[in-house]
């Protein structure tokens, strides 16, 4: 088992819909959960981070964590061209490394 | 968040040859990281790289292999040696302010070992 796992992509939404990524992760100690933003021939930025469950809103996007079911998941909402990107989910333990996930390619249609 | 400078952004090289990669970044910073990234793939950790002292390598990875300088808090080297064609990735510099808190990216030094 991975200890990062991302839904399979790639995942097309139309412009204005919601995109919806999910991430499962394995080690109950992890503290804190990171999704990254990667543009083709670029390096990973950061979207959105989240260390307690619930929700957590930024603008279009939202992040929501369930540590019980050890379940992450950002949803883009009013999807945009530009958003089309692969997103990495990164689980953080004490030790301060990141796991990241596989990424799941997002293109939104115009 | 931090400036962080990669150099050289791309290079070919030949097979049996090593190469350097040099990461600067603007301020000071607890924690550097070197991370690949092969073609179509996700991010696998090589290294935390220490400084004044040896790396912390992830499984799979040595210190023969990858060779790693931090002699201060803002620079640090990362050497592939012994290149083959299957060490041709992405080799991406990350830097974190806190144990457990976001990454920020260099823009990567893209590697092709002919």
């Known amino acids: 088992q991975k200890e990062v796992e991302q839904n399979s992509g790639p995942l097309s939404v139309p412009e204005g819909a919601i995109a919806s990524l999910n991430c499962?992760?394995?080690?109950?100690g992890s503290q804190s959960f990171f999704w990254y933003r990667?543009?083709?021939?670029?390096?990973?930025?950061?979207?959105?981070?989240?260390?307690?469950?619930?929700?957590?809103?930024?603008?279009?996007f939202t992040a929501q964590l369930n540590?019980?079911?050890?379940?992450?998941?950002?949803?883009?909402?009013?999807?945009?061209?530009?958003?089309?990107?692969?997103?990495?989910?990164?689980?953080?333990?004490?030790?301060?490394?990141s796991t990241f996930g596989d990424g799941t390619t997002l293109t939104v249609k115009p | 968040s931090a400036v962080i400078s990669?150099?050289?952004?791309?290079?070919i090289c030949q097979r049996g040859t090593s190469l350097t990669i040099q990461c600067q970044v603007d301020s000071q910073v607890t924690m550097m990281f070197w991370y690949r990234q092969q073609p179509g793939q996700s991010l696998t950790l090589i290294a935390t790289a220490n400084q004044g002292s040896e790396?912390?390598?992830?499984?799979?990875?040595?210190?023969?292999k990858f060779p790693i300088s931090r002699p201060n808090l803002t620079f640090s080297t990362l050497t592939v040696s012994n290149m083959s064609p299957e060490d041709s990735s992405i080799y991406l510099c990350s830097v974190g302010r806190e144990p457990g808190g976001e990454l920020f990216f260099g823009e990567g030094s893209r590697l092709t070992v002919l």
Request: hydrophobic fraction near 25%; glycine fraction near 6%; aromatic fraction near 10%.
């Open chain 1, 38 to 60: 990667q543009y083709s021939g670029k390096s990973p930025e950061l979207i959105m981070f989240i260390y307690s469950n619930g929700d957590k809103e930024d603008g279009r």
């Open chain 2, 55 to 64: 790396a912390t390598y992830e499984s799979g990875f040595v210190i023969d």
């Open chain 1, 24 to 28: 499962t992760y394995s080690d109950r």
């Open chain 2, 6 to 11: 990669q150099k050289p952004s791309r290079d």
């Open chain 1, 67 to 97: 540590k019980a079911s050890q379940y992450v998941s950002l949803l883009i909402r009013d999807s945009q061209p530009s958003d089309s990107a692969t997103y990495l989910c990164a689980v953080n333990t004490n030790a301060g490394k």
